[in-house]
């Protein structure tokens, strides 16, 4: 059975502290997503990654950064929590187009994060 | 204008009746269709998935595609509580395979 799993499902922390959301995949995917969902906005791309230590800017990648050292983790970074980043945070992973015909993302539970 | 509408509701219907879900886009170069449904507090997980135009139908839904429209829609037969729940429905182009373009997606309710 496919699975995406993130570390934790429910975080607080503290406006300025750093913030490591991990994300692991089962599946030898190689693209892997970290996506913010909020209400009325829905879910926009942070950033995403298609091969060990490759990475592209999304729609929003202020305030974070990322890192996948290994094809089956990528890591989401808030270098300094804002209240703003208090979020539901979901990482999926997608198999690349060229090796399977269906490309479907596939979704970890998330996590939710608040920033107090 | 976004790439792709979707009316957030919230929708809200009897157990059993046929429901319909929809969205818009703008891209004619979109050819990859999918529907999510996530339930609260969890993460969306694929439900259909249709390449370029047609129907496809798998148990009590059916998705379809009118490309020439731009008009994507999921429809639910005997609808159940079970299926309360928020639709997504996602799409991407060819050569732009990393990325899913999201509808906000439909909150619905069916109710006993």
């Known amino acids: 059975d496919v699975k995406v799993t993130q570390s934790s499902r429910y975080l607080v922390k503290r406006t300025g502290e750093k913030v490591f959301l991990e994300c692991v995949q089962d599946?030898?995917?190689?693209?892997m997503f970290w996506y913010r969902q909020d209400p009325g906005l829905g879910l926009r791309l942070i950033y995403f990654?298609?091969?060990?230590?490759?990475?592209e800017k999304g729609d929003i990648p202020e305030g974070y950064s990322v890192s996948r050292e290994k094809k089956e983790r990528f890591s989401l970074i808030l270098e300094s929590a804002s209240t703003n980043q208090t979020s539901m945070y979901l990482c999926?992973?997608?198999?690349?187009?060229?090796?399977?015909?269906?490309?479907?993302?596939?979704f970890g539970q998330g996590t939710r994060l608040t920033v107090v | 204008q976004k790439e792709v509408e979707q009316d957030p509701g919230p929708l809200s219907v009897p157990e059993g009746a046929i429901v319909s879900l929809n969205c818009t886009y703008s891209?004619?170069?979109?050819?990859?269709f999918m529907w999510y449904r996530q339930y609260s507090r969890k993460g969306p997980e694929l439900l259909m998935y249709?390449?370029s135009s047609g129907n496809k139908e798998d148990g009590r839904f059916t998705a379809q595609v009118d490309k020439s429209s731009k008009y994507i829609s999921l429809f639910i037969r005997d609808s159940q509580p079970s299926d309360s729940a928020t639709y997504l429905c996602?799409?991407?182009?060819?050569?732009?395979?990393?990325?899913?373009?999201w509808g906000l997606g439909t909150s619905l309710a069916v109710n006993p």
């Open positions: 999926a992973s997608s198999p690349n187009r060229q090796v399977k015909k269906n490309t479907e993302a596939f």
């Open positions: 990654s298609y091969d060990v230590k490759m990475k």
């Open positions: 996602a799409m991407s182009a060819p050569g732009n395979n990393r990325k899913l373009i």
């Open positions: 249709t390449y």
């Open positions: 599946m030898d995917h190689e693209n």
């Open positions: 891209n004619s170069a979109f050819q990859y």
